[in-house]
């Protein structure tokens, strides 16, 4: 497959991964929307080119909600989605795990997850949870309030580093969490301990829960910033499935590295541009806001074979 098929194949997931989420959505009355159409482009990459993962003989089906860790019960996680257990495989760590959906969306659409998993979601007493913890599909660690998935990340890039192992830690953050503390030690100590082995892809949307990221708390300059910390750092178009691709292929040094994505948060769906400046979640005022959001999604699925 040349460059340009798959191009066009990454980005027929990346449209099939926001058609799936808006299905959701409008069937529920609710859902995080908005992450789907930032960061649907940087999940295809990830999954179709970037991650170096164990193959799968077939889509998983995912499972029961087990229980707590404890005496006699070990943890049980989403590793499984990953093919993981390689020395030489990557691990993906999901910071925002409000992101879980788009995450259970690309694993339908790259064979990883049985599609029939979808109909679990946010289901009493199933691992395929709204917000994702260690035991969903595809997550490898609960990353509790957001900003402590890189810490987490970290420390497993830190071990596998000790054990000599040829896979990477590879992360995915959303820009709000970016302004806590913990992000920022966790920076200053990746780089002291020469995590190259670290990719870091940042979906930087420009909002968060309360608004724009600017009038909440500003994080530009947000490059220099990382670079002065000690990091190898780019800054992209987050929906140039190339360049995403490009970044994550080259050869890693001996610090870690981060991609910073800049995104629209209503990239694919302009109907949500009417909800400035509160994307974090969709919930619907009424029926004719729903119906509306339901036409749409009737008109891109004829578009998104």
Same mark, same amino acid.
């Given at each position: 497959?040349?460059?340009?098929?798959?191009?066009?194949?990454?980005?027929?997931?990346?449209?099939? &991964?926001? *058609?799936?989420?808006?299905?959701?959505?409008?069937?529920?009355?609710?859902?995080?929307?908005?992450?789907?159409?930032?960061?649907?482009?940087?999940?295809? $990459?990830?999954? @179709?080119?970037? *991650?170096?993962?164990?193959?799968?003989?077939?889509?998983?089906?995912?499972?029961?909600?087990?229980?707590?860790?404890?005496?006699?019960?070990?943890?049980? @996680?989403?590793?499984?989605?990953? /093919?993981?257990?390689?020395?030489?495989?990557?691990?993906?760590?999901?910071?925002?795990?409000?992101?879980?959906?788009?995450?259970?969306?690309?694993?339908?659409? @790259?064979?990883?997850?049985?599609?029939?998993?979808?109909?679990?979601?946010?289901?009493?007493?199933?691992?395929?949870?709204?917000?994702?913890?260690?035991?969903?599909?595809?997550?490898?660690?609960?990353?509790?309030?957001?900003?402590?998935? &890189? +810490?987490?990340?970290?420390?497993?890039?830190?071990?596998?580093?000790?054990? /000599? #192992?040829?896979?990477?830690?590879?992360?995915?953050? +959303?820009?709000?969490?970016?302004?806590? /503390?913990?992000?920022?030690?966790?920076?200053? $100590?990746?780089?002291?301990?020469? *995590?190259?082995?670290?990719?870091?892809?940042?979906?930087?949307?420009?909002?968060?829960?309360? /608004?724009?990221?600017?009038?909440?708390?500003?994080?530009?300059?947000?490059? #220099?910033?990382?670079? $002065? %910390?000690? $990091?190898?750092?780019?800054?992209? #178009?987050?929906?140039?499935?190339?360049?995403?691709?490009?970044?994550?292929?080259?050869?890693?040094?001996?610090?870690?590295?981060?991609?910073?994505?800049?995104?629209?948060?209503?990239?694919? *769906?302009? &109907?949500?541009?009417?909800?400035?400046?509160?994307?974090?979640?969709?919930? %619907?005022? +009424?029926?004719?806001?729903?119906?509306?959001?339901?036409?749409?999604?009737?008109?891109?699925?004829?578009?998104?074979?």
């Amino acid at each position: 497959m040349n460059e340009q098929q798959w191009r066009d194949e990454a980005q027929h997931i990346a449209d099939r &991964i926001r *058609l799936r989420v808006l299905q959701n959505t409008v069937s529920r009355n609710g859902g995080y929307l908005s992450q789907a159409c930032s960061s649907a482009e940087i999940f295809s $990459a990830l999954y @179709t080119r970037i *991650l170096r993962l164990n193959e799968l003989n077939a889509p998983l089906m995912p499972g029961d909600f087990t229980g707590t860790p404890g005496p006699g019960h070990p943890a049980v @996680t989403g590793a499984a989605f990953n /093919g993981a257990g390689r020395s030489d495989c990557d691990n993906f760590i999901l910071s925002p795990a409000q992101y879980a959906l788009v995450l259970y969306a690309t694993l339908v659409e @790259t064979g990883r997850m049985d599609p029939r998993g979808m109909a679990r979601y946010d289901q009493d007493g199933s691992a395929v949870e709204m917000i994702g913890a260690e035991h969903s599909p595809g997550m490898e660690v609960t990353t509790g309030s957001l900003g402590q998935g &890189i +810490s987490q990340a970290a420390g497993i890039a830190f071990a596998r580093r000790q054990r /000599g #192992d040829q896979g990477r830690v590879v992360l995915l953050m +959303s820009d709000g969490e970016c302004q806590s /503390g913990e992000f920022w030690e966790a920076v200053q $100590a990746m780089s002291y301990h020469k *995590l190259g082995n670290m990719l870091i892809y940042v979906d930087v949307n420009g909002y968060q829960c309360d /608004g724009k990221m600017t009038s909440v708390m500003n994080l530009e300059p947000f490059h #220099d910033r990382l670079t $002065a %910390f000690g $990091a190898r750092v780019y800054r992209i #178009d987050g929906h140039d499935l190339l360049k995403l691709a490009e970044l994550g292929l080259q050869p890693a040094c001996n610090v870690p590295t981060f991609v910073l994505c800049d995104t629209d948060p209503c990239h694919g *769906l302009p &109907i949500l541009k009417g909800r400035y400046p509160k994307f974090h979640y969709v919930r %619907f005022a +009424s029926e004719v806001e729903r119906a509306a959001y339901a036409a749409v999604y009737q008109e891109m699925a004829k578009e998104v074979s």
